[in-house]
């Protein structure tokens, strides 16, 4: 299993412009979440899905959003970046009622 | 929603020192985990530990639900323990946001 990739791994933006951040999974997980990490600080909620075809808010989701077609994948959109969203972004996925698993996460600059 | 607080927030230690990292939450928890955050920015797996006491190697983990807090103990510390600890919870109940709430970390630098 490669557990939860993400692509790219580095992106540099300008403002403005958009791009979708893949995740994918083949571990078979209900859950799935998208995560940003800016410098110094924890992990903060953007989006969560329990299964295909449900996505929620979290805590952190404006200027996101988030689709889940499949079981596998919950890529992520970053319509007209900006710079406040620079930052590290995680995705992760579950099964029911145990622990979840990261990605090696995409380090996003927007410029 | 549930608030997590580390403590404490930087800690430097020689090589062979023993450390204990405390998180505490506000509510009562469906999950805790422990995480490594490596100076490449990989998040690496320690500990599932909603309650009780588990141990892998120099690291153990316990977590008394009832009174909320969980411990991270680190032994004999190597220079590849250095890094920042995480502590992460989640309480769902029917509402809110379903995910993983993180502390702010614990900055563990060894020094050989």
């Known amino acids: 299993n490669a557990g939860v990739t993400q692509t790219p791994k580095f992106r540099i933006l300008k403002i403005g412009q958009s791009m979708t951040l893949q995740c994918a999974q083949d571990?078979?997980?209900?859950?799935m979440y998208w995560y940003r990490q800016d410098p110094g600080m924890g992990l903060k909620l953007i989006y969560y899905?329990?299964?295909?075809?449900?996505?929620d808010k979290g805590e952190v989701p404006n200027g996101y959003n988030v689709s889940r077609s499949t079981t596998e994948d919950f890529p992520l959109r970053l319509e007209l970046a900006a710079p406040s969203q620079t930052s590290v972004y995680f995705c992760?996925?579950?099964?029911?009622?145990?622990?979840?698993?990261f990605g090696q996460g995409t380090r996003l600059t927007v410029v | 929603g549930i608030q997590v607080e580390q403590s404490p927030p930087d800690l430097i230690l020689q090589e062979g020192a023993n450390s204990t990292l405390r998180c505490n939450f506000s509510?009562?928890?469906?999950?805790l985990q422990w995480f490594h955050q490596n100076p490449w920015g990989q998040l690496i797996n320690l500990f599932y530990?909603?309650?009780g006491t588990k141990q892998n190697g120099r690291l153990s983990a316990t977590t008394v639900a009832t009174e909320r807090y969980s411990l991270l103990y680190i032994s004999s510390s190597q220079t590849t323990d250095s890094g920042v600890y995480f502590c992460?919870?989640?309480?769902?109940?029917?509402?809110?946001?379903?995910?993983?709430?993180f502390g702010k970390g614990t900055h563990l630098i060894i020094q050989p």
């Open positions: 992760a996925s579950r099964p029911v009622n145990t622990e979840a698993f």
């Open positions: 571990m078979n997980h209900n859950y």
């Open positions: 899905s329990v299964g295909a075809g449900i996505t």
């Open positions: 509510d009562s928890v469906n999950n």
């Open positions: 530990i909603p309650s």
């Open positions: 992460a919870a989640r309480r769902y109940s029917g509402g809110g946001a379903d995910g993983l709430t």
